[in-house]
């Protein structure tokens, strides 16, 4: 990464598949007398070649991407260069996909439900090579570590990233058919995907699988 001083507004990549959230991120950001936008991308071959050729200082990435999973994004930036800066900002729960971010290398995780100035702060505090979670997932995370988290983990939690994002989708009501052209996945891969999370989940029929995803998507946005 490019190394900055005092004089230096730091660079910022922003990765959304929605262009007016981007753009209103876009502009809070240009309104900061330290940090400015390098590049925009909207998918995940897009936000790869700008990373590659503008060099960001912090990469604000989405979860939900149109060629992919934000999560699959950050493992394949912190491939490709270690010292990449990842702040993962979306529209799902920290409890759901937080800890999986931060396990990929991302340094933090922030809901766009979150005050714009909060946002800003967690890209200087990523910037800066801190960590960034909500307060409740920090304690979460701590007590987990130590043992004593007493929601403990959902079966859920076992999930690969790309079974997680299935199952989701599943939840959301989406065919086997329509998963796959989202995913850009065969009809046969995501077939197995579902063997996979019903074994994992120990439900016996695709007809409960869903039943069960819909009502944990619905728990999630609750």
């Given at each position: 990464m490019?190394?900055r001083?005092?004089?230096?507004r730091?660079?910022?990549l922003i990765?959304?598949?929605?262009?007016?959230l981007?753009?209103a991120?876009?502009?809070?950001?240009?309104r900061?007398?330290?940090l400015q936008v390098?590049?925009?991308?909207?998918?995940?071959a897009?936000a790869l070649?700008?990373?590659a050729?503008?060099?960001?200082?912090?990469?604000v990435?989405?979860?939900?991407?149109?060629?992919?999973?934000?999560?699959?994004?950050?493992k394949?930036?912190?491939s490709?260069?270690?010292?990449v800066?990842?702040l993962?900002?979306?529209?799902?729960a920290e409890?759901?996909y937080?800890?999986?971010?931060?396990?990929?290398g991302?340094?933090?995780?922030?809901?766009?439900?979150?005050?714009?100035?909060l946002?800003?702060?967690?890209?200087r505090?990523v910037?800066?090579g801190?960590?960034?979670?909500?307060?409740?997932?920090?304690q979460?995370l701590?007590?987990?570590?130590?043992?004593?988290?007493?929601?403990?983990?959902?079966?859920v939690?076992?999930?690969?990233?790309?079974?997680?994002?299935?199952f989701?989708l599943?939840?959301?009501?989406?065919?086997?058919?329509?998963?796959?052209?989202?995913?850009?996945?065969?009809?046969k891969?995501?077939e197995?995907?579902?063997?996979?999370i019903r074994?994992?989940?120990?439900?016996?029929?695709?007809?409960?699988?869903?039943h069960?995803?819909?009502?944990w998507?619905?728990?999630?946005?609750?």
């Amino acid at each position: 990464m490019k190394s900055r001083n005092a004089m230096e507004r730091s660079r910022i990549l922003i990765v959304d598949d929605h262009p007016p959230l981007r753009e209103a991120l876009a502009a809070r950001i240009g309104r900061q007398s330290d940090l400015q936008v390098c590049g925009e991308a909207a998918d995940l071959a897009e936000a790869l070649r700008l990373v590659a050729s503008v060099r960001p200082d912090v990469v604000v990435v989405d979860i939900t991407l149109k060629d992919g999973n934000g999560i699959e994004l950050v493992k394949r930036l912190k491939s490709r260069d270690d010292r990449v800066r990842v702040l993962v900002w979306s529209m799902h729960a920290e409890s759901l996909y937080a800890e999986r971010a931060l396990r990929a290398g991302a340094l933090g995780y922030i809901t766009k439900d979150q005050e714009t100035n909060l946002i800003i702060e967690a890209i200087r505090r990523v910037r800066d090579g801190k960590t960034w979670l909500s307060e409740t997932m920090n304690q979460r995370l701590l007590l987990r570590n130590l043992g004593q988290d007493r929601q403990g983990r959902s079966p859920v939690d076992m999930l690969a990233d790309r079974e997680l994002e299935v199952f989701r989708l599943i939840g959301e009501g989406m065919k086997t058919s329509e998963i796959a052209t989202r995913l850009h996945l065969s009809v046969k891969t995501v077939e197995t995907y579902r063997d996979r999370i019903r074994q994992k989940l120990e439900i016996s029929d695709g007809t409960k699988l869903a039943h069960f995803a819909t009502q944990w998507v619905m728990q999630q946005s609750n």
